[in-house]
């Protein structure tokens, strides 16, 4: 067995937008093994935006493909309010992502948490980076 090691970044709650529970469960153990403190979890659209009027999210991690729906608007919305998000798919890279979101990180599942790590870490640094240009 390996030991992870927690995330260098400061990351106190994560959303976790997956319309499938058990993957959500399964990603939650694995954030909160990564030293998250609060993990959401939202299996459909209304459950997000609702988590999100009442929360400060610092990362959400977002299923493309919610069965009748896909997370895009939501992801727009994140990019909007300036949340750093990141994509999971079982899909092939080139799932008709709109153009504004093609270049957002995806990670692909199945994951496990040395995946999820190196990929929230990408994530983060890239969202900081571009924070500091901006600011």
Known sequence: MTLISKLPLPISRVLVLEDNFLI?????????KLGVLHVEIAVNLAQASALLSENAFDFALLDVDL???????????LAGQ??????????????DFPPALRARARLSKPFD?????????AVLET???LKASRG
Do not use: K
């Not at 300036?82 to 799932?95: K, L, R, T």
């Open 82 to 95: 300036g949340i750093a998000f990141g994509f999971v798919s079982g899909y092939d890279e080139g799932a």
């Open 24 to 32: 959500a469960l399964d990603a939650e153990d694995m954030l909160r």
């Open 113 to 121: 948490e040395e995946m999820l790590r190196a990929f929230l870490i």
């Open 127 to 129: 969202s900081s980076d």
């Open 67 to 77: 069965g009748h729906e896909t997370s895009f608007g939501f992801a727009e919305r």
